[in-house]
């Protein structure tokens, strides 16, 4: 399953840094308030995250009710992270991941279709069969590679330029 790792410097204290990425992030919503914005169609506005920052890590997956065009995305990474003290600064750390659940089910659904594929070619049932299978592996890989990694850098992006205090990020 997709793995995106990253890390970087910057010139400020952990305690700094930690208050800069607050700022990207706030408490996941109540039911109530998930119901409330969703009949009020309330667009883009708010954190791009939700999720905690404590003084030295952080736990943080994508806000999809501020950006529409993710509703409904699975394949969204988990953000896991350390800010370290260095001499310089500090140091970000960071991993993200599929959500746990998405990615038994991408295992579970890849493992029958690979033991699809084997036992089509194994047994002579068909080419076709065989192609047609091995085909929807191959674009199951694919659609979760292309829906999670393009995610994945951007979020790096935000994360960064929060950290690093660039102010499209650092405005309420």
């Keep these: ?19 800069r990425l607050q700022r990207l992030a706030c408490e996941a919503p109540t039911l109530s308030q998930r119901f409330q914005r969703s009949s009020k169609g309330d667009g883009p506005s708010g954190p791009h995250f939700i999720g905690k920052v404590r003084e030295n890590s952080f736990k ?17 990474p988990r953000i896991r ?5 260095t001499s310089m600064g500090s140091r970000v750390s960071a991993i993200m991941f599929f959500h746990p659940f998405t990615a038994l089910l991408m295992a579970v659904w890849l493992v029958v ?12 049932s068909g080419a076709a069969m065989a192609a047609a299978e091995g085909g929807m592996f191959i674009l199951s890989v694919c659609f979760a590679a292309t829906s999670f990694f393009p995610e994945a850098r951007q979020a790096k992006k935000m994360i960064a330029a929060a950290a690093l205090a660039h102010p499209k990020y650092t405005d309420k």
């Design 1 to 19: 399953m997709p793995i995106f790792a990253f890390h970087f410097d910057v010139n400020a204290p952990p305690h700094v840094v930690s208050e």
């Design 81 to 85: 992270g350390k800010i370290t003290a």
């Design 60 to 76: 943080l997956r994508r806000d999809t009710r501020r950006d529409w065009g993710q509703r409904g995305n699975v394949f969204l």
């Design 113 to 124: 279709l690979g033991h699809g594929t084997l036992f089509a070619l194994l047994h002579r």
